[in-house]
Each structure stands twice: as C-alpha cells, then as structure tokens.
C-alpha cells in the first residue's frame, strides 16, 4: 500500500488547506546507478556544446537503431549543438578515467538550420523526438528557437516541427506558445520558451494538461527582460492546434511552473523558486543555467530531472570592487539577488569570469541534476496551485560520479533525455574532454546512468516537522 504524508496545517489557513498529501513516489539520486560514458563523433559540429550563447540538447528516439548492436542500448539519440542537429547510435558505456578508454557513438544522420526563421531569433535551442501524434502520420521533431540577448524583451514564437529524416525536414512554424504576452511576467512571453524541450507521460497529460505532453521553456541568465527568475515548463500539445498549425499562430498552452521577470518586480519574489536541500546555495541565482532535462519514471517512481549548472554565490562579500560599477551585490532577503558584476579577476573571482566586458558573475558553478515532483505540477494543473509556488524537491551535484572535471570551471550540463522501456538515463557534461589540454576546442562526454527497476533508492533521512503524521 502507498504511503501519504499527512501534513496538518493551522485551522486559520482554511478547511480548503487541512491538508497536503505529498505522495511517496518521488525519485532521487539513490534511484540511480551511474554506468559510466561515452564520446561523441570527433569532428567540428560536436564541439564546444553549451558555450554561453549556443544551448543544446538530447533527446531518445526508441527505434532509431533498434537492435542497438546487441551491446544492450538500442535506440538513438538526437543531439543538438547550436543550430547542428545529429542523430547518434548508442555505444556501451565505459566507467574510466582515460578517455581513450571510452567508447565513440556513429554518427547516424546530421544537417543544420531545420528551424524556420522567426524575425530576430538568433538562437537555435532544442530538439524533442516524439511519436506521431493526433492526426499526424508519422513521428516529429519539434524544435525550438529564442533571441539570445533581447534587451528590448520582445515577445516572439518559438516552436517548430520537423520531420525526423533530416535530408528532408520539411520544417514547420513557427508559433507562439499561449496567446501574445501581456506585459514580460506573463508565463507566455517568448523569453519563457524557445530553449529546453521536454517529452512527458501521455497518461499523465491525458489525465492532467488535457492531453498536452511536450513542456517547453527557457531559463534566461538573470531573469530578464521577460525571462523568469527559475527555470520554465509550460505543457503544449501543437498537433491539437492544427496538422500542421498555422505559422504564426498561437498555441494553447498550460503554464506548471514560471516566474517573474527581474527586470519589472521589486522586493524578495527573486527568492520563489529553491533548490531545496541543495549542498551550496538553495536559492535561485541569476547565473543558473538550465538547459533540458527529462520525464523519468521507473517502477512507482517518478520525477522531472531538469539538469544545467547553479551558481552558488551566496552573497558573501569576497570580491572587491576593482573598478566604477564593479563588486559584490545582494543577498537573501534582500531586494536584489547576490551577484558580482565586474571584470573578472579581482571583481568577480572565478573561472568563467570575462575579462572584457562586464556581466553578472555568481560563481562558483556547479553541475546539478534538480527534481521536479509531477504530482505538484499536477495540482497546478487543476488550479490549486500557482507556478511560481514550484520548487525543485532535491538538487544533486553528479560529478561525484564523474571521472573528469570540467576543462574550464564552466562546469554545465548540456541536455538530457531517457529511455523508458529500459531505464537508461543519458546526460552531456558539456565541456569534459578537450583533446591536447589547454585552450583546445572542448567536446562533450555524454554520462549513462541506469534508473533503479525495484524503487530501492531511499529519501534521504530528514528531520520531520512536529504536525507531520503518516497515514495509509
């Protein structure tokens, strides 16, 4: 029998809120058993995954390469890299601390420039293998576009699809997510989308979107100018909009989770969203970077593991200004979130810090997995929940596993994406290997990790609060 967390709340909250039941089912990192990894193909398309301004994706396609070579990964994966799309076979994972060592994927198909042009959008973002759906006939790859720095925060679309032979893509759209912005904290502003491309649960959207399964978003640097301060996933479904909807049009769209922009709030709402039990810095930072993640379930567990970097600059005051305008700023519970705005250096002391311009620093950087619980997204679904009252349940910091430190401190997670028929989780430290050392171009390493069948990882042992009490 599944276990509930009975948690009893003051009468003065309402009869509606007597209580919260928090399902037992959540997935952690003890669910997860790292298998080692493997390389990309060695040629230019491959390299520097996730620079600053080049996102990139995973996503699995079950029947890419259906007998996976008998080494017991079939499928593919399609990679995206600025605008390079590829589809990729599986090679077996290799656990080793020589790259050498490591198995090399082949290279299945690959082009550039699949997305339609919309406007100003100068940013490829992601792409999402899904099966046909609604009155399609064959399966799709949606893809995604944004306009990287948009100072103005100009509302755009940002969806697409094409077909997933990439020698004839016959690409469509693009189209805006939800009806036109009203003002940058709407959750429909086109600097909320147009990055990160998610695939989820059908059942779970039939029951709770209204059958929309593909969540989209974008996590723009510092909560900008339309951006949100913590990451997005906004559940569209375009193949209910039309085979294929207009170009142009406006998709119906379900904002789970969305925060304000930075740029026209004032006061602690920076603060929303946590990265609760995080081993350096709960709270939002204005350098996190999320960059995909994926629908994970296994056995009666279940999560979305979003994966990116945080920064863990908590607002101590370690950098100095070293010129006008340079230094420390901000901190919890204060109106401005902690940063280093500076030169690098002196102003901002860590290892990504420009030393031409300045810019919002809050380093150290770290690599994390953040799990997302779908049964609050669920609540939010039907209206008892707002999405900016979404946090991330647990935080995990991978390289614990992984064999290789980040060539140059920038320390990202570039994409995920997850075979659900066998269990196996695929994730891309962007900038692990770099052939030669020094300032040589950087290549991804592409990370497996295997979802435990039977549900026997743990949650980790917390302190329970004293209205807390358990039910069956």
Known sequence: MKLKYLLLLPAALGSSLSHIDVMADRLYPSDLTYLGAFLVPQTDAYAGMAAIDGPSSLSYRPDGDPTGNGDGFPGSLFLSNHDFVAEIKIPAPVKSTNFSSLNTAQQIQATSGIAVNSGANDRFGAVAYMPAKGAQTSAKLYWSSFEYYNVAGRDYPCIGWSEINLAAANSKGSWHVGPPASDWNSPYHGMKCGDYLIPIDQAWADQYTGGKSLLVGRYREAGAAGG????VLTAIAPWKDGNPPANGSNLS?????????ISSSSGTNWMEFRLLNDPDYSYYSAGDHWHGGAWVARGNKKAIILVGRHATYSGAPLCPAGQAGGGCGGGVGTNTPPYCYGDGGMDCPWGIAVTNS???HTGPYRPRFIFIDSDELAL???GSRTPTSIDAYYSFDPSVNWPWADSDNYNDVAGAAYDSVNGYFYVAQANAYRPGGGSNT??????VYKVNDSGAGSAPVMNAP???????
């Open 442 to 447: 950087p290549w991804p390493v592409i990370h």
């Open 380 to 382: 939010v679904a039907q």
């Open 228 to 231: 949100s301060m913590g990451p």
């Open 358 to 360: 300045h810019g919002y």
């Open 466 to 472: 004293s209205n807390l009490k358990i039910v069956q």
């Open 253 to 261: 769209a379900l904002p789970l989770m969305s925060f304000n922009s």
